[in-house]
C-alpha cells in the first residue's frame, strides 16, 4: 500500500527541491538553519535533511505509472 503523507520524495524532486533553494540562498534569501557550510548547494542539502526547507511538493493521483514488471528496461 503506498503512502499518502507522509510520503518519500523520488530522486527528481530532492533535486528540484534542493536546486531552487540553493538558488534562494544564492540569491540572498536568508539561511533557515545554523551550519557551517559556505557553499549554497551544501547550505540548501543541509536545510533539506533537518526539514527546514518550506517548499512542497503537490502530486496528482494519477500523474505516476508504476510499473508491475522491472525486465522492460
Known sequence: MKKVFPFEY???EKARIIGARA??????APVL?????KNSLDIAKDEFERGAIPITVRRRRDAFVWLKRHDLF
Not at 538558488?23 to 540572498?28: D, S, T
Not at 538553519?33 to 557550510?37: G, K, R, S, V, Y
Open 10 to 12: 523520488t530522486r527528481f
Open 33 to 37: 538553519i545554523e551550519t557551517e557550510a
Open 23 to 28: 538558488l534562494q540562498i544564492a540569491m540572498g
